[in-house]
């Protein structure tokens, strides 16, 4: 009994120590991102536009999962249908032959912060790319179909680069 005592003055000061300081803090960062933040972004029409032209299509989209987290949540398709930087070999694939692992890239066009766009942007293969939409937050490019033929659209377990180089 003396032990439980101990405990919830412990727990009780806890809470205190808590509350205090989260009304004495006005910067949560939560409420940062929601007003200054990619959250903040609108990004109904770029999701939208994703779920409904690539979702049915067979491919991947790149895009960088820093700047664009919510346009990734918000278009409702699976995770796997995404190569961001948290894909690893998949990525530096990605970045380093877009054409041949990605149908569909989003980025902030123009934009070295977003880390795809300053990656791939003076690419070969990004020329193969039209830009097919443009939105305030991000532009969406599409592999033109002539090149569609040298599309993986799978996943695989060592994702290899292709042999010839440009």
Not at 8 to 13: A, C, D, Y
Not at 23 to 49: H, M, P, R
Request: zero cysteines; proline letters at 4%; aromatic letters at 12%.
């Amino acid at each position: 009994m003396h032990r439980a005592a101990g405990l919830r003055t412990v727990l009780i000061g806890l809470l205190v120590f808590v509350t205090f300081f989260q009304f004495a803090s006005s910067d949560a960062v939560t409420i940062d991102d929601a007003q200054v933040g990619s959250s903040q972004k609108n990004v109904t029409e770029i999701s939208s536009w994703l779920r409904e032209h690539a979702g049915p299509e067979k491919g991947f989209i790149l895009i960088s999962a820093a700047s664009h987290d919510s346009i990734i949540f918000s278009s409702g398709l699976p995770m796997r249908r995404f190569i961001h930087e948290g894909s690893g070999t998949y990525y530096d694939a990605a970045i380093e032959y877009p054409d041949h692992w990605a149908r569909y890239i989003v980025v902030r066009s123009y934009s070295d912060d977003d880390s795809t766009w300053r990656l791939i942007h003076s690419n070969p293969g990004f020329a193969k790319y039209d830009l097919v939409d443009h939105y305030p937050f991000a532009d969406i490019y599409e592999l033109r179909a002539e090149y569609l033929h040298e599309l993986n659209t799978d996943a695989i377990l060592n994702p290899k680069l292709p042999t010839n180089k440009r």
